[in-house]
């Protein structure tokens, strides 16, 4: 099949979806994702969407959180252009059929998580995604001029590269024409044509063997755009979540949300004494690095495999209607939150840096836009603030629209991209290869490149990753591409930048502990490969 569309869109969550909601209104979209349309990181979200809403919240007390919470490498133009624009935004997500919580009074039942000074968190229940992805999917269903192919995996953008051209990182003129896409259930190789395309392949946390991510969370975005030399950065910030719910097992982990701390839960070790006076102020709502750097330290002084969130001291009704699914999951393993203190471990949970792009979601590849947890905007800094990543999504995804429906009008398709050339490659027939090689690699990126790092855990992982890397490459250079195969060179690609840009790093800084530099620096700029 070769296929043009004015706008191609990779991915269904948050960023896609509100994306190509808005540009439909200007051409035609097509979007694909690797899975079904609502298997997405964004349907899982659970505390909520960061926005000023009322008095006494204000812009500038949300612009400082999210400086604090990112430790000084964040962008502040950007991060002012999101926290300003957020109001409307949530409003639109309103006007397309989300809704949030309200009190008795009909006002918005805002919630409170790490970091915040303020009530700013809209919410539906504990379930606020599935919520935002249930509107987002009614509205999309509805839209004439947007086709959705599900089951459908994208493996490479098209640029001058596949026209024999030599593409390096140092070109400053790299264009994007669309991209190939293998349609999974018949494996079979498509050439998708777009005038303008959007990567919103959302995060990597299954580099890492526990993570709060959905499975198709492997990064395919990141090194897609790596591959084709566009800019990367900030990949060493990866976002530990203090409480995931641990219940070995269990993939991906189940959240246990900040907002139940902000509703009063508090945590405690294996002994069940409190432990968050030794390490910041602001106790068990302090920003997430800390708190997951807290727990890791109580882990290993202590020796045990988790710690715990006490919630038996709030009221149980509130608790029950507030958390239903919080409630409900940790009743199917045994454990009554209103009676019972519920486990917890941190679980990688975030990727704050990815693709690098401006104001306007614009990558360094001309005609391609990132938006939502694979882009790198500059608003999370070195660390991000809670429930500031669904908003993240629809300010970038929105100004993306504004400047793509200008762009197609200049734009033509470019008519002589190639077909994917898959001659001479045979079918890998043993799994083992794929399956054993993922397994490796979450046990070196977990073991070396977790919440605390030193120069030799890097180095280490660096020699196995390379290993690991020259197989897999192998593999793909002889195989019939499948799901597990590409997703696997794209999880070692991820890797790579993680530990490179961590290396990079000598200092320790938001979510980048290094042993050999414990004193926190203040540094200035993010980290970039690929510029
Ligand atoms: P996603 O929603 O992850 O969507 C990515 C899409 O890309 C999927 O459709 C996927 O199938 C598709 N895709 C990926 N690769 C390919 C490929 N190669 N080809 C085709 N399709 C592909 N943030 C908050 O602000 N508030 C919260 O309360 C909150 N809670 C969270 C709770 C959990 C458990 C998790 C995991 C995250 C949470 N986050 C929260 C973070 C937030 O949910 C995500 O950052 C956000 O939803 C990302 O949206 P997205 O559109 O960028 O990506
Ligand atoms: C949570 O509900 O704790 C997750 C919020 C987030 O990741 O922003």
Same mark, same amino acid.
């Given at each position: 099949?070769?296929?043009?569309?004015?706008?191609?869109?990779?991915?269904?969550?948050?960023?896609?979806?509100?994306?190509?909601?808005?540009?439909?209104?200007?051409?035609?979209?097509?979007?694909?994702?690797?899975?079904?349309?609502?298997?997405?990181?964004?349907?899982?979200?659970?505390?909520?969407?960061?926005?000023?809403?009322?008095?006494?919240?204000?812009?500038?007390?949300?612009?400082?959180? $999210?400086? /604090? =919470?990112?430790? &000084?490498?964040? +962008?502040?133009?950007? %991060?002012?252009?999101?926290? #300003?624009?957020? *109001?409307?935004?949530?409003?639109?997500?309103?006007?397309?059929?989300?809704?949030?919580?309200?009190?008795?009074?009909?006002?918005?039942?805002?919630?409170?998580?790490?970091?915040?000074?303020?009530?700013?968190?809209?919410?539906?229940?504990?379930?606020?995604?599935?919520?935002?992805?249930?509107?987002?999917?009614?509205?999309?269903?509805?839209?004439?001029?947007?086709?959705?192919?599900?089951?459908?995996?994208?493996?490479?953008?098209?640029?001058?590269?596949?026209?024999?051209?030599?593409?390096?990182?140092?070109?400053?003129?790299?264009?994007?024409?669309?991209?190939?896409?293998?349609?999974?259930?018949?494996?079979?190789?498509?050439?998708?044509?777009?005038?303008? $395309?959007? /990567? =919103?392949?959302? &995060?990597?946390? +299954?580099?890492?063997? %526990?993570?709060?991510?959905? #499975?198709?969370? *492997?990064?395919?975005?990141?090194?897609?755009?790596?591959?084709?030399?566009?800019?990367?950065?900030?990949?060493?910030?990866?976002?530990?979540?203090?409480?995931?719910?641990?219940?070995?097992?269990?993939?991906?982990?189940?959240?246990?949300?900040?907002?139940?701390?902000?509703?009063?839960?508090?945590?405690?070790?294996?002994?069940?004494?409190?432990?968050?006076?030794?390490?910041?102020?602001?106790?068990?709502?302090?920003?997430?690095?800390?708190?997951?750097?807290?727990?890791?330290?109580?882990?290993?002084?202590?020796?045990?495999?988790?710690?715990?969130?006490?919630?038996?001291?709030?009221?149980?009704?509130?608790?029950?209607?507030?958390?239903?699914?919080?409630?409900?999951?940790?009743?199917?393993? &045994?454990?009554?939150?209103?009676?019972?203190?519920?486990?917890?471990?941190?679980?990688?949970?975030?990727?704050?840096?990815?693709?690098?792009?401006?104001?306007?979601?614009?990558?360094?590849?001309?005609?391609?836009?990132?938006?939502?947890?694979?882009?790198?905007?500059?608003?999370?800094?070195?660390?991000?603030?809670?429930?500031?990543?669904?908003?993240?999504?629809?300010?970038?995804?929105?100004?993306?629209?504004?400047?793509?429906?200008?762009?197609?009008?200049?734009?033509?398709?470019?008519?002589?991209?190639?077909?994917?050339?898959?001659?001479?490659?045979?079918?890998?027939?043993?799994?083992?290869?794929?399956?054993?090689?993922?397994?490796?690699?979450?046990?070196?990126?977990?073991?070396?490149?977790?919440?605390?790092?030193?120069?030799?855990?890097?180095?280490?992982?660096?020699?196995?990753?390379?290993?690991?890397?020259?197989?897999?490459?192998?593999?793909?250079?002889?195989?019939?591409?499948?799901?597990?195969?590409?997703?696997?060179?794209?999880?070692?690609?991820?890797?790579?930048?993680?530990?490179?840009?961590?290396?990079?790093?000598?200092?320790?800084?938001?979510?980048?502990?290094?042993?050999?530099?414990?004193?926190?620096?203040?540094?200035?700029?993010?980290?970039?490969?690929?510029?």
């Amino acid at each position: 099949m070769r296929k043009k569309v004015d706008f191609l869109v990779i991915g269904t969550g948050i960023a896609g979806l509100s994306y190509a909601l808005k540009v439909a209104e200007h051409g035609s979209v097509c979007i694909v994702t690797k899975a079904v349309m609502d298997e997405t990181a964004t349907r899982y979200a659970q505390g909520g969407i960061a926005a000023v809403m009322y008095h006494p919240d204000t812009y500038e007390k949300h612009i400082r959180d $999210t400086l /604090i =919470a990112g430790d &000084g490498l964040n +962008n502040e133009k950007i %991060v002012r252009i999101t926290i #300003t624009e957020s *109001t409307e935004r949530i409003k639109e997500l309103i006007a397309w059929g989300a809704e949030f919580d309200r009190t008795s009074t009909g006002k918005y039942d805002l919630g409170k998580e790490g970091g915040h000074s303020e009530y700013r968190v809209l919410h539906h229940k504990d379930n606020t995604g599935f919520e935002i992805q249930r509107a987002l999917i009614s509205q999309i269903a509805a839209h004439p001029n947007i086709e959705v192919l599900e089951h459908t995996f994208a493996l490479d953008i098209i640029t001058q590269h596949h026209l024999g051209e030599e593409v390096t990182r140092h070109r400053n003129d790299i264009e994007c024409y669309g991209a190939y896409v293998l349609e999974i259930p018949t494996n079979t190789i498509h050439t998708i044509l777009a005038k303008t $395309t959007m /990567i =919103a392949t959302g &995060g990597a946390g +299954n580099v890492y063997a %526990v993570t709060t991510n959905p #499975t198709v969370a *492997t990064g395919d975005g990141i090194a897609m755009i790596y591959r084709a030399k566009g800019i990367i950065e900030n990949m060493e910030f990866i976002q530990f979540h203090p409480t995931a719910l641990y219940n070995p097992g269990e993939k991906p982990s189940f959240l246990i949300t900040e907002a139940l701390r902000g509703f009063g839960a508090v945590l405690k070790n294996a002994e069940g004494e409190e432990f968050m006076h030794k390490y910041d102020k602001r106790l068990s709502l302090a920003p997430r690095d800390i708190v997951a750097r807290a727990i890791d330290n109580e882990l290993k002084l202590s020796g045990s495999e988790f710690v715990y969130l006490d919630c038996r001291h709030l009221d149980k009704n509130e608790l029950i209607t507030g958390f239903p699914t919080i409630y409900a999951k940790c009743l199917s393993i &045994g454990i009554d939150i209103t009676r019972d203190m519920i486990p917890v471990v941190p679980a990688a949970h975030y990727t704050c840096g990815g693709i690098k792009v401006d104001e306007y979601a614009r990558s360094s590849i001309t005609r391609l836009y990132a938006s939502g947890e694979c882009a790198s905007t500059g608003l999370h800094g070195a660390n991000r603030l809670a429930s500031n990543s669904l908003l993240e999504s629809v300010v970038f995804s929105h100004r993306a629209f504004v400047d793509a429906i200008e762009k197609i009008k200049t734009v033509e398709f470019r008519e002589d991209v190639p077909e994917w050339n898959a001659e001479g490659m045979v079918l890998n027939e043993e799994m083992i290869l794929i399956t054993q090689s993922l397994k490796d690699l979450q046990s070196i990126m977990s073991s070396y490149v977790g919440i605390v790092r030193s120069n030799l855990r890097l180095k280490r992982a660096l020699d196995r990753l390379e290993i690991l890397y020259r197989e897999t490459e192998d593999l793909y250079n002889k195989s019939i591409l499948t799901v597990k195969l590409c997703e696997l060179r794209n999880m070692i690609n991820v890797a790579y930048l993680i530990i490179k840009m961590a290396q990079q790093r000598k200092e320790s800084r938001g979510l980048h502990y290094s042993l050999d530099y414990p004193e926190a620096n203040a540094g200035k700029n993010g980290n970039k490969i690929g510029n």
